[in-house]
Structure formats: C-alpha cells, structure tokens
C-alpha cells in the first residue's frame, strides 16, 4: 500500500510540472532530473509582494536593494521536455563549478529544492545523477529552447509591468549608462557583444532600454565574467631581470 502512494505521490508531482514553461519544484524536498541547456539569463530584481520583480529606477528611490537571479533552459531527463530553472546567485555559482568539473553537456544532474513555498531565501542543492552517453548528449543539444528574455518579457506584460525591449515605447538608457556598458563592451571580444545584442534585441547598445537597464548591467558583468582575462595572465617578459 505504501509503493502505491509513493507511485502515486511521483505521478503527481509530474502532472504539477508538466505545463508551461517554469520548472516547477514548489515544496521543500522536491528533486528532478535535468540536462542544462544554452546560455543564462541574469536579471536584477527585487522581491515584492510575494514574487520576484525587475529592479529600476523607481525601487531604487524607493530604498530597495536589487538580488541577483539567472534562469537556465533545463530539459527533463527523463521526457526530455524543456523547463526554465530559475536560482540565485549561490546556485549559479554550483552550476559553474559543475559546468568546469564535469561539462554541462556531458552529465544529467538531480535537482533538489530545499526551502518552503514562496521563500525568498529558497536554494537548491545539485548533484550529478548519471553521465550522458554520446548520442544522449547529442539528443539534448539538439532540443529547441525557450527564448528566456522574451519569456520574461511576456510575463512582465502580463503583471502590468513597464514596457520591456520587445516593445517600441520603451525609452533608451541614458547616455552615460550607454556609454559606461559600451565602455566594458569594447574590453571583449566581438562574440561577447554581439551575444549582448542579442539579448536585448537591439542593434546599439544606445539602444537598450531604460527599464532594462540594471539587467544590462548585470548581463555586461557575466559576460567580463566569462571572457576576460584573468588578471594574472598579462605576458610576462621572460628575460626580464
């Protein structure tokens, strides 16, 4: 009788899942197992009112301090449908050192949530489950994402927020913000700016809008993350004495 609950108990917490495009893991204890997929999606933002909300000028004035939180394509291992995973800055820093230990790509990991429902201070624990093989890899690589910044986009118009970069009244960042972000920009390679670009969907950095604009921020800093130099790796002049 026990098996049959715990069955039943699994099926349910699959059906809970199933649907939309969040990864849904809502109690203390809940696990799936998933592959990463893509490239992530940092955001700036505050947690109000029992959900997490963009950071802009307005909070800022209001006394608010922006958190740090980055959404993940996931596929479900075990379906291979593709979910968002949304953490903080803690989680992301595990899904790096996963990434450098082991490689995205190659491994399924368990997903565990450990904090009540609507918790802010809600984490996640990783562990890898199991290696893929090469043509597992392969089948993952090759699932279609969802578009995480027009995903947000859409959710922020549903919640009556600000128009966002997919919208044409959206006004431009200031001059001195463009100027600091492309500042940063020219540091890195062409790849790093057009992924920018990509992001937000504009063709100039001017153009990034204002409501984005901590998320610019924050976005620039990942990416001075991933592809600048280390400090310590300038030429060193062998013969020097």
């Known amino acids: 009788m026990a098996n049959m609950w715990e069955q039943?108990?699994?099926?349910?917490k699959r059906h809970e899942q199933a649907g939309g495009a969040w990864l849904k893991l809502v109690n203390d204890g809940d696990t799936a197992v998933v592959v990463f997929l893509g490239e992530p999606h940092p955001?700036?933002?505050?947690?109000?009112?029992?959900?997490?909300?963009l950071y802009d000028e307005k909070l800022r004035a209001q006394g608010h301090k922006p958190s740090l939180r980055v959404a993940l394509n996931v596929a479900l291992f075990d379906t291979?449908?593709?979910?968002?995973?949304?953490?903080?800055?803690a989680v992301f820093k595990d899904v790096r050192q996963l990434r450098a230990k082991y490689g995205l790509e190659?491994?399924?990991?368990?997903?565990?949530?450990?904090?009540?429902?609507?918790?802010?201070?809600?984490?996640y624990s990783l562990l890898p489950?199991?290696?893929?093989?090469?043509?597992?890899?392969?089948?993952?690589q090759a699932l279609r994402l969802h578009n995480l910044a027009k995903?947000?986009?859409?959710?922020a118009e549903e919640d009556g927020a600000p128009p966002t970069a997919e919208s044409p009244r959206a006004a431009p960042v200031d001059v001195a913000a463009a100027q600091a972000l492309a500042a940063q920009l020219k540091s890195l390679p062409r790849e790093a700016v057009d992924r920018f670009l990509q992001h937000f969907?504009?063709?100039?950095?001017?153009?990034?809008p204002a409501t984005r604009g901590e998320e610019a921020r924050g976005f620039v800093q990942s990416l001075v993350a991933r592809y600048?130099?280390?400090?310590?790796?300038a030429d060193v002049d062998p013969f020097a004495g």
Do not use: C, N
């Open 80 to 89: 291979r449908e593709v979910k968002v995973l949304e953490m903080g800055v």
């Open 151 to 155: 995903l947000y986009a859409a959710e």
């Open 8 to 12: 039943t108990e699994e099926l349910a």
């Open 106 to 123: 190659k491994w399924a990991f368990e997903v565990k949530r450990r904090g009540a429902a609507k918790d802010p201070k809600t984490t």
């Open 228 to 233: 600048a130099p280390p400090e310590d790796s």
């Open 43 to 53: 955001r700036e933002v505050v947690f109000h009112e029992g959900k997490y909300v």
């Open 201 to 208: 969907g504009v063709q100039r950095i001017r153009d990034v």
């Open 129 to 140: 489950e199991r290696q893929l093989t090469p043509e597992e890899a392969s089948a993952f």
